[in-house]
């Protein structure tokens, strides 16, 4: 049994530590061997620490996904939309599992609980970039989000192609058991 919680600022090195090592395992075929070897948990739970000590003044927010162990396996994160170009009002801005725990409902729980946070702070709509050769697109579409929009960016000094995915009611993510 999973639980999903609010994240606290004691939660950071684990979200760190989940965060780098899911990189790992999910971009192991799209980014360079090199740089996934060499991610830092400290410089990552440096970031989640920033995080969430300015989610007052940021909007940001994260959520973590708790084992029988108490241990954290899985979180995300969302945020008001970033660029203010789309009609989508909030954003899934992150969401990472460890590979043991997927497919196993956590990333379900983890977007529904972003959602209604979303939700909470009148953002009923939502948003989120994913690179296009992630097997996570299978997810998205799954959960009903549709395909917006797709732009290049830079990663390791790859170029890659991500896709933003979009609910224009994020409703059906939350009252639903997507």
Not at 102 to 121: H, Y
Request: charged share 25%; glycine share 8%; aromatic share 10%.
């Amino acid at each position: 049994m999973v639980i999903v919680r609010a994240a606290t600022i004691d939660d950071t090195p684990a979200i760190a530590r989940v965060n780098a090592d899911t990189w790992r395992t999910a971009y192991r075929n799209i980014i360079p061997a090199y740089f996934l070897a060499n991610l830092s948990y400290e410089v990552r739970e440096s970031n989640w620490r920033e995080i969430l000590l300015n989610a007052d003044n940021t909007g940001d927010f994260a959520c973590v996904a708790e084992n029988d162990l108490g241990e954290i396996v899985g979180f995300a994160a969302g945020c008001p939309e970033r660029t203010g170009k789309y009609d989508y009002r909030g954003e899934l801005s992150a969401i990472y599992i460890l590979e043991a725990y997927q497919r196993q409902g956590i990333g379900r729980q983890l977007v529904r609980e972003i959602a209604a946070k979303l939700a909470e702070s009148g953002f009923n709509s939502m948003l989120l970039w994913v690179l296009a050769d992630n097997s996570a697109c299978k997810f998205y579409e799954a959960l009903g989000g549709e395909k917006v929009d797709e732009r290049e960016t830079v990663r390791a000094g790859v170029l890659l192609k991500e896709i933003a995915y979009g609910w224009k009611n994020t409703a059906i993510l939350i009252d639903s058991s997507a």
